[in-house]
Structures are given as structure tokens and as C-alpha cells.
């Protein structure tokens, strides 16, 4: 029995003690200052976030292929039949024309004839009126191999009907060729410079 008293006195002041720590850890925190705790957690009402969306302007962006023409915006005079050739004629039209030391290709009329470098760079010339007129009818004749200066304007091309009739000596096939010309230079000035 002894024993047993000697446990419950030694449980007694085991819980003593532990009730005394206990004791005085409380003391302790209540005097000492209080610490933050790390988490607070405080009920909140839930907040209501409205969204109102404002058109915005659109802007439109056109996307155009590159052209396949060039198109040539010209102030002076045009000086290089590839300028004509590679250009879209009909964008060309009245422009004015300087051509020095050009060759005479080929001669298919009174007052018409070809000049450039070949098949395919060449353009189609006709005299004005004035230089095919009265004594300069006589003193202007143009052959094939002459090496000229030419100065005039750029026009289109009249239909085949009207190309042989104003043109004298113009057969049905050219005149139906110059259709894919547009256009035409119609020659006020001319230089001949060697035959």
C-alpha cells in the first residue's frame, strides 16, 4: 500500500507542478507584451466587381497585292522606250516623249515606223500632221537603219478601222498589231542623224 501512496504523491506533485508551469505561463503571457499573431482571419463581405465593356473603334487595314504593272509618274519628258514598254500604257498617255540617237526598226507606212532595240522594246511612231505637210512632206523621209531624234507626245492607239484610214499605207495585220500598243508616239519634232 505503500506503493501506492508513494505513486498518488508522485502523480500528486507531478500534476502540482505541471498545474504550477501551466500557472505561471499564463501570468507571464498576460503581463508581457502580446504578440502579432502571424494569421488573422476576419470575415469580410464578398465584393461585386462589375465589368461593362466599351466598344472600341475598329480601324480597317486594306491589304492590295503588289501591282504587276508599274505605274510611272512622269514630269519630264521620257527618254527610254523600255520606260514605255515596261510601264501600263494607258497611264502614259499624253505624256511627252525625248528619244536621242533611236533606231529606225522597221518602216510600215507613209508616216508610220517602229524604234528601239528589238521585237519587244520598241514603240510605234507616226508623224504629225505638220511634219508631213506641204514641202516637209518631200524632206522627211524615214528609212529603215537611220538613227534619229524624236520628240512628241504619247496617244492611244485609234482602232484598226481608223489606223488605216489615218495612216496611209498600213496594212490590216499591223493595224490589228498595234491594238496590244495602246498607245502610240505621235512625232512633232524630228532629227535625222545618219542613215
Do not use: H
Not at 531624234?149 to 489606223?163: E, I, N, Y
Amino acid at each position: 500500500m505503500q506503493d501506492n501512496a508513494n505513486f498518488i504523491s508522485k502523480k500528486f506533485w507531478q500534476n502540482t507542478s505541471i498545474f504550477i508551469i501551466l500557472l505561471v505561463s499564463g501570468l507571464t503571457a498576460c503581463t508581457s507584451e502580446p504578440k502579432q499573431p502571424d494569421v488573422v482571419v476576419v470575415p469580410t463581405p464578398q465584393a461585386t466587381v462589375t465589368v461593362t465593356a466599351t466598344p472600341t473603334p475598329t480601324t480597317n487595314v486594306v491589304v492590295t497585292p503588289d501591282p504587276q504593272v508599274t505605274t510611272i509618274v512622269q514630269t519630264e519628258p521620257i527618254t527610254d522606250v523600255l520606260v514605255i514598254t515596261n510601264a501600263n500604257k494607258q497611264t502614259l498617255v499624253n505624256k511627252p516623249v525625248q528619244f536621242q540617237n533611236i533606231n529606225v526598226q522597221s518602216v510600215v507606212g507613209d508616216r508610220a515606223f517602229w524604234v528601239g532595240s528589238s521585237n519587244t522594246q520598241r514603240v510605234f511612231v507616226v508623224l504629225a500632221p505638220n511634219l508631213d505637210a506641204g514641202s516637209a512632206e518631200n524632206q522627211v523621209v524615214v528609212k529603215q537603219g537611220q538613227i534619229l531624234d524624236l520628240a512628241g507626245v504619247l496617244k492611244p492607239v485609234p482602232s484598226v478601222k481608223q489606223a488605216q484610214q489615218q495612216w496611209k499605207g498600213l496594212t490590216a495585220t499591223e493595224a490589228q498589231g498595234l491594238k496590244n500598243q495602246i498607245i502610240y508616239l505621235e512625232a512633232n519634232q524630228i532629227k535625222f542623224k545618219s542613215s
